[in-house]
Nanobody, 128 residues
Framework: QVQLVESGGGLVQAGGSLRLSCAAS????????MGWFRQAPGKEQEFVAH????????YYADSVKGRFTISRDNAKNTVYLQMNSLKPEDTAVYYC?????????????????????WGQGTQVTVSS
């Protein structure tokens, strides 16, 4: 069982930056990738970014490409989401997730069903 704990959320002005962290309690070869998702009030959960533990391959939603960077520290079992040039529409609860999949498509990287374990979420609020 993998436990995920997010941190780093908070209140920031538009144009500012935040870095989210997601610490995993354990990581095995079966935990092949990590993802960040977010859910704004009244909206469905949406994909933000994806990273593979071994290769470091990354993939982003178009809405955050060029502004957000996902990275990982294998030694610390931690994944990060650096968020720059934040906009009010980035306001949401951000969740990290772990997946045991090893074969991916563009569609599956952004699919909630592809991820087995989820953190509790951390609130990000961007003021205008």
């Amino acid at each position: 069982q993998v436990q995920l704990v997010e941190s780093g959320g908070g209140l920031v002005q538009a144009g500012g930056s935040l870095r989210l962290s997601c610490a995993a309690s354990a990581r095995t070869f079966s935990d092949a990738a990590m993802g960040w998702f977010r859910q704004a009030p009244g909206k469905e959960q949406e994909f933000v970014a994806h990273i593979r533990w071994n290769s470091g391959y990354t993939y982003y939603a178009d809405s955050v490409k060029g502004r957000f960077t996902i990275s990982r520290d294998n030694a610390k079992n931690t994944v990060y989401l650096q968020m720059n040039s934040l906009k009010p529409e980035d306001t949401a609860v951000y969740y990290c997730a772990a997946s045991q999949k090893t074969i991916w498509t563009v569609q599956s990287m952004g699919a909630i069903i592809s991820y087995n374990y989820w953190g509790q979420g951390t609130q990000v609020t961007v003021s205008s």
